[in-house]
């Protein structure tokens, strides 16, 4: 190799390694600017505050970026969804591997996404794209205590509560609206919100209707499976483009 490939060579590698710190810089600058805001997400149902678990948290802007090769799970395990909510950006691939011994059947009717993965164990279902916004609930055919929520946002600024109803949110300092998402929520919630560079903290109640007693794998069998008799009756339809 001649002296002047051999420059050529090492000047593309230090090129490249430059290139790389820059990324990392770039990244590492983002992420240190980013703004900080923890939501305490309370229930009132009933009269009593009681902190919410499993709510989606999202900030919205005017723009923000897309999702690109973003991939979730929602996992099948002791004839449950694991999780039983999850939100995702449109754009997102989801799998429904199944770990337990028995067969499922994953379905949904929802306007933002139907879909049906036929019988199926193991990891075999092919991955399904949420490409539209909006909340889509899934069942299980074989399983009608089964049932998960993807909750499909415009936004990759988004969170789901723990069991103590918290939930940290990160973005770029500037104005949002905040929206929150809950199962037994009465009403859609929306409010401005500025985020500031030194990070916020907020309590947040959401009105809220009784939960409902689900049917376990225990009574199933003595409850009318009416999910699975609208999956055999209901024409299916190609989701609109």
């Known amino acids: 190799m001649s002296t002047r490939a051999r420059q050529g060579d090492r000047a593309s590698s230090q090129a490249g390694v430059l290139a790389v710190v820059a990324l990392a810089a770039l990244l590492g600058a983002g992420e240190a600017n980013a703004a900080r805001l923890r939501l305490d997400l309370v229930g009132t149902e009933g009269g009593r505050a009681t902190p919410l678990a499993d709510a989606v948290a999202s900030l919205h802007a005017a723009t923000a970026p897309r999702a690109s090769g973003a991939t979730a799970e929602i996992d099948q395990r002791n004839s449950t969804f694991v999780p039983g909510v999850i939100a995702i950006q449109a754009g997102t691939l989801v799998t429904f591997p199944n770990s337990d011994n028995t067969l499922h059947h994953v ?6 996404k139907r879909f049906e993965l036929p019988l199926y164990s193991g990891k075999r279902a092919d991955p399904v794209l949420f490409d539209r916004t909006g909340v889509v609930t899934l069942g299980c055919n074989i399983h009608d205590w089964m049932v998960a929520h993807v909750v499909v946002l415009d936004t990759p600024w988004h969170g789901r509560t723990g069991a103590d109803g918290s939930v940290r949110l990160q973005a770029p300092p500037g104005d949002y609206v905040l929206r929150i998402w809950h199962e037994r929520a009465t009403a859609p919630y929306e409010q401005r919100v500025t985020l500031a560079a030194d990070g916020s903290q907020q309590v947040v109640r ?14 199933g069998p003595s409850r009318l499976r009416a999910v699975q008799q609208r999956l055999r009756t209901q024409p299916q339809r190609t989701p609109p483009d």
Not at 107 to 112: I, K, R, T
Not at 206 to 219: L, V
């Open 206 to 219: 959401i009105p809220t209707a009784p939960a409902t007693p689900m049917p376990t794998a225990n009574d």
């Open 107 to 112: 379905y949904s009717f929802s306007p933002a």
